[in-house]
Protein backbone atom coordinates (compact mmCIF):
# COMPACT_ATOMS: atom_id res chain seq x y z
CA UNK A 1 0.00 0.00 0.00
CA UNK A 2 1.41 3.39 -1.03
CA UNK A 3 1.88 5.81 1.91
CA UNK A 4 1.09 9.16 0.72
CA UNK A 5 -1.35 9.67 2.76
CA UNK A 6 -2.82 10.18 6.41
CA UNK A 7 -6.35 10.05 7.86
CA UNK A 8 -7.15 11.78 10.75
CA UNK A 9 -10.30 11.28 13.05
CA UNK A 10 -13.15 14.09 11.78
CA UNK A 11 -12.68 17.29 14.00
CA UNK A 12 -14.50 20.12 14.02
CA UNK A 13 -11.71 21.99 12.90
CA UNK A 14 -12.04 20.60 9.53
CA UNK A 15 -15.39 22.17 8.50
CA UNK A 16 -13.19 24.94 6.44
CA UNK A 17 -12.28 22.33 4.14
CA UNK A 18 -15.56 20.26 3.86
CA UNK A 19 -17.33 23.50 3.16
CA UNK A 20 -14.98 23.92 -0.04
CA UNK A 21 -16.60 20.77 -1.53
CA UNK A 22 -19.77 19.83 0.29
CA UNK A 23 -21.81 22.09 -2.04
CA UNK A 24 -19.82 21.65 -5.50
CA UNK A 25 -22.60 19.87 -7.81
CA UNK A 26 -19.49 18.12 -9.61
CA UNK A 27 -18.56 16.10 -6.49
CA UNK A 28 -21.99 15.79 -5.47
CA UNK A 29 -23.60 15.24 -8.15
CA UNK A 30 -25.39 11.92 -7.59
CA UNK A 31 -26.16 12.26 -4.23
CA UNK A 32 -29.57 13.08 -3.15
CA UNK A 33 -28.93 14.47 0.05
CA UNK A 34 -26.39 17.41 -0.69
CA UNK A 35 -28.76 20.03 -2.27
CA UNK A 36 -26.89 22.71 -0.22
CA UNK A 37 -25.47 23.11 3.05
CA UNK A 38 -24.74 25.98 5.37
CA UNK A 39 -21.76 26.12 7.20
CA UNK A 40 -23.85 25.79 10.76
CA UNK A 41 -25.69 23.06 9.00
CA UNK A 42 -22.78 21.39 8.09
CA UNK A 43 -21.42 21.69 11.90
CA UNK A 44 -24.31 20.52 13.24
CA UNK A 45 -23.87 17.28 10.97
CA UNK A 46 -20.04 16.96 12.22
CA UNK A 47 -21.03 17.16 15.90
CA UNK A 48 -23.76 14.62 15.38
CA UNK A 49 -21.62 12.65 13.66
CA UNK A 50 -19.09 12.77 16.44
CA UNK A 51 -21.05 12.04 18.62
CA UNK A 52 -22.21 8.47 16.91
CA UNK A 53 -20.66 4.83 17.94
CA UNK A 54 -21.64 3.42 14.78
CA UNK A 55 -19.98 6.00 12.42
CA UNK A 56 -16.11 6.61 12.22
CA UNK A 57 -15.57 9.47 10.05
CA UNK A 58 -11.69 10.64 8.90
CA UNK A 59 -10.28 14.02 6.42
CA UNK A 60 -8.00 13.10 4.39
CA UNK A 61 -4.22 14.79 4.09
CA UNK A 62 -1.21 14.63 1.99
CA UNK A 63 1.61 13.03 4.01
CA UNK A 64 3.94 15.15 1.87
CA UNK A 65 2.64 19.06 2.69
CA UNK A 66 -0.40 18.55 4.79
CA UNK A 67 -3.09 19.24 2.33
CA UNK A 68 -6.09 18.27 2.61
CA UNK A 69 -7.64 16.23 -0.17
CA UNK A 70 -11.21 14.30 1.32
CA UNK A 71 -13.21 12.96 3.41
CA UNK A 72 -13.73 8.85 3.66
CA UNK A 73 -15.67 6.74 6.49
CA UNK A 74 -17.15 4.01 7.83
CA UNK A 75 -20.79 4.63 8.56
CA UNK A 76 -23.60 2.42 9.84
CA UNK A 77 -21.46 0.30 11.51
CA UNK A 78 -23.39 -3.40 12.96
CA UNK A 79 -20.89 -4.23 16.16
CA UNK A 80 -23.34 -7.43 16.49
CA UNK A 81 -22.33 -8.26 12.81
CA UNK A 82 -18.89 -6.87 12.34
CA UNK A 83 -19.84 -4.89 9.47
CA UNK A 84 -20.31 -1.31 8.03
CA UNK A 85 -20.45 1.14 5.15
CA UNK A 86 -17.68 2.53 3.38
CA UNK A 87 -17.72 6.22 1.93
CA UNK A 88 -15.21 8.43 0.54
CA UNK A 89 -14.87 11.68 -1.10
CA UNK A 90 -11.89 13.46 -3.25
CA UNK A 91 -11.42 17.01 -3.91
CA UNK A 92 -11.71 17.48 -7.70
CA UNK A 93 -8.14 19.08 -8.02
CA UNK A 94 -7.09 15.47 -6.48
CA UNK A 95 -8.96 13.28 -8.84
CA UNK A 96 -6.84 11.06 -11.20
CA UNK A 97 -3.32 10.70 -8.88
CA UNK A 98 -4.67 7.09 -7.22
CA UNK A 99 -5.99 8.71 -4.02
CA UNK A 100 -9.13 7.29 -3.56
CA UNK A 101 -7.50 3.92 -3.85
CA UNK A 102 -4.87 4.83 -0.77
CA UNK A 103 -7.61 6.17 1.01
CA UNK A 104 -9.60 3.52 1.00
CA UNK A 105 -6.89 0.70 1.77
CA UNK A 106 -6.05 3.01 4.60
CA UNK A 107 -9.63 2.48 5.40
CA UNK A 108 -10.23 -0.91 5.39
CA UNK A 109 -6.85 -1.54 7.52
CA UNK A 110 -8.73 0.53 10.03
CA UNK A 111 -11.65 -1.02 9.76
CA UNK A 112 -10.43 -4.74 9.96
CA UNK A 113 -6.91 -4.14 12.18
CA UNK A 114 -8.36 -1.18 14.76
CA UNK A 115 -12.48 -1.45 14.63
CA UNK A 116 -12.25 -4.96 14.34
CA UNK A 117 -14.61 -5.39 11.45
CA UNK A 118 -15.20 -8.25 9.17
CA UNK A 119 -16.79 -7.44 6.48
CA UNK A 120 -17.23 -3.83 4.66
CA UNK A 121 -19.55 -3.12 1.64
CA UNK A 122 -20.56 0.16 0.02
CA UNK A 123 -22.43 1.02 -3.59
CA UNK A 124 -21.70 2.39 -6.39
CA UNK A 125 -23.61 3.24 -9.66
CA UNK A 126 -23.93 0.36 -12.14
CA UNK A 127 -22.63 2.97 -14.83
CA UNK A 128 -19.18 4.08 -12.63
CA UNK A 129 -16.62 1.50 -14.44
CA UNK A 130 -13.76 3.87 -12.91
CA UNK A 131 -15.10 3.45 -9.56
CA UNK A 132 -16.22 -0.81 -9.88
CA UNK A 133 -11.86 -1.07 -11.50
CA UNK A 134 -10.67 0.85 -8.37
CA UNK A 135 -13.12 -1.39 -5.80
CA UNK A 136 -11.97 -4.57 -7.37
CA UNK A 137 -8.33 -3.52 -7.35
CA UNK A 138 -8.88 -3.39 -3.44
CA UNK A 139 -10.64 -7.00 -3.22
CA UNK A 140 -14.35 -5.67 -3.34
CA UNK A 141 -16.42 -8.74 -4.61
CA UNK A 142 -19.87 -7.98 -6.25
CA UNK A 143 -22.58 -9.35 -4.05
CA UNK A 144 -25.23 -7.90 -6.44
CA UNK A 145 -27.15 -5.83 -8.11
CA UNK A 146 -30.01 -3.50 -6.87
CA UNK A 147 -32.39 -2.50 -9.42
CA UNK A 148 -33.83 0.28 -9.77
CA UNK A 149 -32.36 1.55 -6.20
CA UNK A 150 -32.03 5.27 -6.27
CA UNK A 151 -33.98 7.65 -7.46
CA UNK A 152 -32.58 10.35 -9.02
CA UNK A 153 -33.24 13.07 -11.62
CA UNK A 154 -36.16 11.77 -12.49
CA UNK A 155 -35.48 8.31 -12.83
CA UNK A 156 -34.59 5.04 -11.21
CA UNK A 157 -30.64 3.94 -11.09
CA UNK A 158 -29.14 0.80 -10.65
CA UNK A 159 -26.01 0.11 -7.92
CA UNK A 160 -23.57 -2.65 -7.47
CA UNK A 161 -23.54 -3.77 -3.90
CA UNK A 162 -20.11 -4.68 -3.37
CA UNK A 163 -18.43 -5.64 -0.31
CA UNK A 164 -14.68 -7.25 0.84
CA UNK A 165 -14.28 -9.54 3.83
CA UNK A 166 -11.79 -9.82 6.40
CA UNK A 167 -9.04 -12.60 5.44
Keep these: M ?29 FQNFKGFT ?7 IKKILKSKNDRVFSIFRRSDGKYIGQCAINQISP ?17 NGFAEEAI ?3 LHIA ?4 KLHKVWGVCWVTNK ?12 KEGILKDEYYWHG ?12 K
Design 2 to 30: KNRLILKPLKKGDIGNIMNWVNDPEIVKN
Design 39 to 45: RSEELKF
Design 80 to 96: QNKLGRFGIFITKENWG
Design 105 to 107: GHL
Design 112 to 115: FSKL
Design 130 to 141: KAWHIYQKLGFK
Design 155 to 166: RYHDLIRMTVIK
